[in-house]
């Protein structure tokens, strides 16, 4: 099966339009989490699929809310211009609307500890990338490397609360400077959620998780490092 290329028009119509077919739950979710084959005009690809209904409930969530900070997840990445998050869209399923995210073909026995060696100047953005979404749920296995080299990013419906709940493996660049070009990153990102991606997460995201998200942007840019661990317990359970 010839995934289409990421970014291209073909992956977004797929995922928006194409015809989706169950073929099982992923194994080691806790969400109900299905890989789905899509088909659109002879094309097909896989993705995840991730229906509202499916998501269990949390304590310290909004019940029903993980799907959408999915989506937010990705469009944060694309306006950082990191491609951290594969293309991850809100649609309706043969299980209700949900989550639909392209799948990212890996190798299962990869993962952040074994790629960090090689792949510090990328996995210093998914860093900051988690503290902008406060992201609490890092683990190492979220870290997949594609056929191309590129690392992607998976699983971020915990994201985005106004409490402070980064949890997360990658600790390895505390006290470091931000490297200019990310901070630039950074910089630019703050204009876009000024204007669309502004508006693109009001209705994903409340008021103040919107605010939220714009406090850690500001924190960040004028501490100019990599926080230190900001909870007592800053690692996700399990690790990997
Ligand atoms: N986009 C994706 N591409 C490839 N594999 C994925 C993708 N999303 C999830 N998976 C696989 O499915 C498993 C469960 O997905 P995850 O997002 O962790 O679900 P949950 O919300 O239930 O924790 C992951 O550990 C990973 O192996
Ligand atoms: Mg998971």
């Known amino acids: 099966m010839i995934q289409p290329e990421p970014g291209s028009t073909e992956e977004r119509a797929l995922l928006e339009s194409g015809e989706i077919e169950m073929l099982g739950r992923m194994p080691w979710s806790s969400n109900a989490t299905f890989l789905v084959k899509l088909e659109r005009d002879g094309v097909e690809s896989l993705a995840v699929y991730k229906p509202r209904k499916g998501e269990r409930p949390l304590w310290d969530f909004p019940r029903g809310t993980l799907c959408e900070r999915e989506v937010a997840a990705h469009r944060v990445s694309e306006a950082l211009g990191w491609s951290i998050v594969p293309l991850t869209i809100l649609r309706d399923g043969p299980a209700g609307v949900g989550m639909l995210q392209r799948f990212v073909d890996h190798d299962p026995e990869e993962h952040f500890f074994t790629l960090r060696e090689n792949f510090g100047d990328t996995f210093r953005r998914f860093a900051l990338f988690d503290v902008v979404i406060n992201n609490a749920d890092r ?9 191309q080299d590129h690392i992607w990013g998976i699983d971020h419906g ?3 609360h106004c409490a ?15 490297p200019p070009t990310d901070l630039d990153a950074l910089q630019e990102f703050g204009v ?21 998200v714009e406090d850690r942007l500001a924190w960040l840019l004028s501490e100019r490092v ?15």
């Open 226 to 240: 990599f926080p230190q661990p900001l909870t007592e317990y800053p690692y996700p359970w399990p690790m990997v």
């Open 164 to 178: 402070v709940k980064l949890r997360t493996v990658i600790w390895d660049y505390e006290g470091e400077a931000i």
């Open 192 to 212: 876009r959620l000024d204007a669309e991606l502004g508006r693109e997460l009001t209705v994903l995201l409340s008021a103040a998780e919107r605010q939220a």
């Open 139 to 147: 683990k190492s296995g979220h870290c997949l490397r594609d056929r």
């Open 158 to 160: 915990v994201s985005f």
